[in-house]
């Protein structure tokens, strides 16, 4: 598989980003570099999911709070 270059990740980091800005949602550093690392191939897409959960999950109890 070709290797995704520096450039093209960045452009697509921004456009998912923008997207979701213009619907009121916002993206934080932290999954900003994991939605980097996975599209370098440094960690496995379920690395991916696992930490999208744990985030998900640390989001909805503190709507709970």
Do not use: P, W
């Not at 290797?3 to 997207?19: G, L």
């Not at 939605?35 to 109890?61: D, N, P």
């Amino acid at each position: 598989m070709k290797k995704i270059s520096e450039e093209d990740i960045q452009k697509a980091v921004d456009n998912a980003r923008a997207s979701l800005e213009i619907d009121g949602m916002f993206i934080d550093d932290e999954t900003v570099e994991m939605m980097k690392k996975k599209s370098r191939g440094e960690i496995t897409h379920e690395q991916y999911i696992e930490y999208s959960l744990k985030k998900a999950k640390k989001a909805k109890k503190n709507q709970m709070c």
